[in-house]
């Protein structure tokens, strides 16, 4: 599979859930430059591609073209390998499995849909990043070496893992002795 950030994941994800895999919206944590940025990445690996939007259906804008359309985003073939699905599986939706609105909402159905709930992911170059990735190695990371690599002093390095990885960002940290190492920490999925 191919590795992707955890903001491309869902966004790819999200997109394999909808009618014809649009992947707007995009995260409600993704905006401005951060989302252009992640966006471009993902055109140009071809995980997602620009088609013109049918704002007859409702279709979301990504951009403007200038004479009056927009275009939407679309994830790829390949963007949905990336994420394991088999494209042919995605594109025969089990019954009801669609988020598509119906013409007649029930009377008491509200008409507009829910927000999805918000999901945080860090940026990319920050010392939260370099802590995650270095939790995500093979062989994790001991305290001195986060230390090391980000700057932080050995509270601010624990702390970081109980509160921003742990409680906001749910991921599942272990700490385990290793012989001639100390403690390691490490994210396993």
Known sequence: MTKLSDTQAIILSSAA????????????????????????????????KEVEADLRK???VWRETGDGHGVTLVATDAGLAAIGIDPEDANTAPAGATDAPTEEAAPDTPTEPKAAPKTRTPREGTKQATLIAMLRAPDGATIEEIMAATGWLSHTARGAMSGALKKKLGLTITSDKVDGRGRVYAIRD
């Open 17 to 48: 859930q909808r009618p014809e895999h649009i992947a707007l919206p995009l995260p409600e944590s993704l905006r401005g430059g951060a989302a252009a940025k992640v966006v471009g990445a993902m055109l140009t690996k071809g995980f997602l």
């Open 58 to 60: 409702g279709e979301p």
